[in-house]
């Protein structure tokens, strides 16, 4: 993925994280695409599977960042799924909890994405955080988002897994 617009996307899902809570409402209650996590993501500890749906400015905005980098890859996207977890705990705490050294052990093995960020200090009005991981197996490779979000209403963590999985194009395709 190119450094520059990963940066350019975040900065656009970090704006558009600050109206989920208004958004998920519009959205329904559907929940995620996925019934369980993935067996290469760590599940955070403490986490709930929760029945939420994920808010389509952040879903549009995923999608445009991944396809964007896709086609600039030269990468054709298979899977686009997601799952939502709450958990009492804060973005920080997710943030920590997700370090490039777990992710790596559990084989999110490209070393130039940028791990967690937007969580603690560092937040500029953004109620959360998020973390960008990647990881490539042969001509297949991997991208996964983990956005954490402070939902007001009830005083837990939203926490949204989305997953994009994609084949290198080879030849002419």
């Not at 704006?15 to 599940?43: H, Y």
């Not at 959360?128 to 009830?154: H, M, P, R, T």
Request: include cysteine; proline fraction near 4%; charge should be neutral.
């Amino acid at each position: 993925m190119k450094r520059g617009l990963l940066l350019l996307g975040l900065l656009a899902l970090v704006i558009t994280v600050t109206a989920c809570g208004a958004v998920s409402s519009l959205t329904g209650g559907k929940g995620g695409t996925v019934s369980t996590m993935w067996p290469d993501v760590p599940v955070f500890e403490g986490a709930t599977k929760s029945n939420i749906d994920l808010p389509l400015p952040m879903r549009l905005a995923i999608q445009g960042i991944v396809k964007a980098s896709a086609q600039s890859n030269d990468t054709q996207l298979d899977k686009f799924d997601f799952i939502a977890y709450t958990t009492p705990k804060t973005p920080e705490d997710v943030a920590a909890f997700y370090t490039q050294e777990r992710m790596a052990a559990a084989g999110w093995n490209q070393a130039d994405q940028p791990g967690c960020a937007g969580a603690g200090g560092n937040t500029a009005g953004f109620a959360g955080g998020f973390c960008v991981f990647g990881k490539q197996d042969g001509d297949k490779g991997s991208a996964l988002f983990i956005i954490a979000a402070n939902d007001e209403k009830s005083q837990q963590t939203q926490l949204f897994y989305v997953r994009f999985d994609g084949i290198k194009k080879t030849g002419g395709q």
